[in-house]
């Protein structure tokens, strides 16, 4: 797959763990591919380092990653380090997808990389044939729900006591067509 351009921009729905210092902004070097068994190690590590609840397990990950019906995008940099991913899901006989999962390092964010998997995840539904994108999203995390409107996501829905810890979520969905 080719490298894809990175727009600045934070990422995602669950909780964010407290965050490190940042690396410097840049674009350059980073490439969003669909993860194998070679990444589970590093997206169970990103997992922990990325949230404080809400977390995948890495059985979670594993069945993702061998599953028709779920797609686990990663951005990574020229080391094949991995600095984001993103989960989604399809639903036989459906017509939208649902992206899960939407995730980047503490010390790569700012730097597009949820921007990326967020276009790779869009252009992946379109490609299944999906009419629309769903999504959840803390109603605390100003940083995601800019990036969700920006591009293109519509709030659509509230519900309440969603994460874990009882925070509430916005539901959002992008048109594919």
């Avoid at 797959?1 to 490190?20: F, L, N, W």
């Avoid at 990950?61 to 600095?83: C, F, I």
């Avoid at 994108?133 to 996501?153: H, K, P, Q």
């Amino acid at each position: 797959m080719p490298t894809i351009p990175i727009p600045s921009s934070p990422e995602h729905a669950r909780r964010p763990a407290p965050e490190p210092a940042r690396l410097p902004a840049t674009s350059a070097g980073v490439r969003v591919r669909r993860a194998d068994t070679t990444d589970l190690d590093a997206l169970v590590a990103m997992e922990q380092r990325s949230f404080s609840s809400d977390l995948l397990s890495r059985t979670q990950y594993r069945r993702h990653l061998d599953s028709d019906s779920a797609l686990v995008l990663v951005a990574s940099d020229g080391h094949q380090h991995v600095l984001g991913a993103a989960v989604l899901f399809f639903r036989k006989g459906s017509g939208v997808a649902r992206l899960y999962s939407l995730a980047t390092l503490p010390e790569a964010r700012g730097r597009g990389i949820a921007a990326a998997l967020l276009e790779a995840a869009v252009a992946a539904a379109r490609r299944r044939g999906c009419r629309a994108l769903r999504l959840e999203v803390r109603t605390g995390n100003a940083a995601a729900i800019g990036l969700y409107e920006r591009r293109g996501f519509r709030r659509t829905g509230h519900q309440p006591g969603y994460y874990e810890d009882g925070e509430d979520a916005w539901r959002y969905e992008k048109p594919l067509d």
